[in-house]
């Protein structure tokens, strides 16, 4: 699922990153309020089975130059593309910063589990990322039902 | 305080200029430590003044030593080199930062209230401190390791103390929720600051506070805050 090696290495496993995160939520069965979840645990679990190259890409973004940093914001970007349907579904819909804040605040959780050390429990954290993505369009006792309501969480 | 350090000029056409904040030579009756101190404080300046003009990437010490009026020989006694030096300014702005924002908030009794005097307190100063606001939301982002740990500690304190909503999940849950809206307001702010439009931040207030009120008090609270139109900082 790489670019054929035309691109940077960080972007190519931001590639398949996406993919990865794309496929799940594509595969989800039910609404966009389950593809969300499946994206998310699909991202957490392609990124904690891949140390190494995880490592690599998140912190080849700290002290590195703007092509990295326009990289990070074209993954942020992409993921928020998966938020959108979202306002359409939201009984009060957010204002539009929403989704790109939250984007940006799973990529924060992502990084911070790098930089402590703790990749291996990223896909616990799944859940909780859940919550706070659909939180803002579905209410926290919303996002809390359905998350519980799912069976293999 | 404002970032005064000296203003660009041309790399090539600098010379040594004595700044006011500049201690004079000779005896000046200040004790080792206090000169440590003003030297500090100055390159803090510099380098938040340097970042804001050339982003982390861009600045070299340098541009810092020429700034603060030390030499490099007193800028490596006090900083192991730029990342530190960076590091050492971003503490300072968060520390100055979050007590703006607690501050505000403790001008307040109901916790939406408080949210509310806090954010408006912050992007009011990040309009007025242009450079901070570069070097605190966007350009932290390309420093190194040890700045990020730093940036993650800052997180979990600003978390801990402003999102104390009624109704907050207890446990690791409420605790990811707090970091996500504070990480999620720190994405906004920088995507707003890179694009230039720091000094547009007051007017973000209502929609900011919609979306961090929302996940907790609901909808009604939400569109109040909406509905309460821009309140520019003072």
Redesign the interface.
């Known amino acids: 699922m790489t670019d054929g090696g035309a691109s940077p290495p960080g972007q190519s496993f931001a590639d398949e990153a996406f993919a990865a995160t794309a496929d799940a939520y594509a595969r989800a069965p039910g609404g966009w309020e389950l593809a969300i979840q499946s994206a998310i645990a699909g991202l957490f679990d392609f990124l904690a089975r891949r140390p190494a190259q995880t490592n690599a890409c998140i ?1 080849g ?6 092509d990295a ?1 326009a990289r ?1 914001d074209r993954t ?1 970007d992409r993921f928020v593309a998966l938020l959108r349907p979202g306002f359409a579904r939201a ?2 819909p ?2 539009p ?2 989704a ?6 799973i ?3 992502v ?2 589990h790098v ?2 050390r703790r990749l291996g429990e990223l896909p616990e ?1 799944a859940p ?2 859940t ?2 993505a659909l ?2 369009f579905v ?2 006792d919303g ?2 039902e359905l998350v519980s309501s799912i069976p293999e969480i | 305080m404002a970032v005064s350090a000296p203003t660009a000029a041309p790399r090539s056409a600098r010379r040594r200029v004595r700044r006011p904040d500049q201690l004079t030579g000779g005896r000046h009756g200040l004790t080792a430590e206090e000169v440590r101190a003003s030297q500090r404080e100055r390159i803090v300046t510099a380098m938040t003044a340097a970042v804001g003009e050339h982003g982390y990437h861009g600045v070299r010490v340098a541009d810092v030593v020429w700034r603060a009026g030390v030499s490099r020989k007193t800028f490596y006694e006090l900083y192991a080199g730029k990342d530190d030096c960076f590091r050492a300014a971003y503490g300072t702005w968060i520390d100055r930062l979050s007590k703006t924002m607690f501050d505000a908030f403790d001008t307040q009794t109901e916790w939406v209230d408080q949210l509310r005097a806090a954010l408006t307190a912050l992007l009011g100063r990040l309009a007025r401190e242009p450079a901070a606001a570069r070097l605190c939301f966007s350009e932290v982002i390309a420093a190194g390791g040890d700045t990020q740990l730093r940036r993650d500690q800052a997180i979990a304190i600003v978390a801990a103390r402003l999102f104390t909503a009624p109704g907050m999940p207890d446990g690791a849950l409420g605790e990811t929720m707090r970091a996500g809206r504070v990480s999620e307001l720190g994405e906004t702010l920088r995507r707003e600051i890179a694009a230039g439009r720091t000094e547009q931040l007051p007017t973000l207030v209502p929609e900011l506070m919609c979306a961090m009120v929302l996940p907790f008090l609901g909808m009604d609270a939400a569109q109040r805050e909406l509905d309460r139109g821009t309140v520019l900082a003072r």
Do not use: N, Q, W
């Not at chain 1, 973004?61 to 703007?66: K, S, T, Y």
């Not at chain 1, 790109?100 to 605040?105: K, L, T, V």
């Open positions: 912190v973004d700290c002290g590195a130059g703007p940093l990070r942020i009984a009060m957010p204002p910063i929403v790109d804040a939250i984007g940006g605040g990529y924060e959780l990084r911070s930089l402590e954290a909780d990322a919550i706070v939180a803002p209410g926290t996002a809390i």
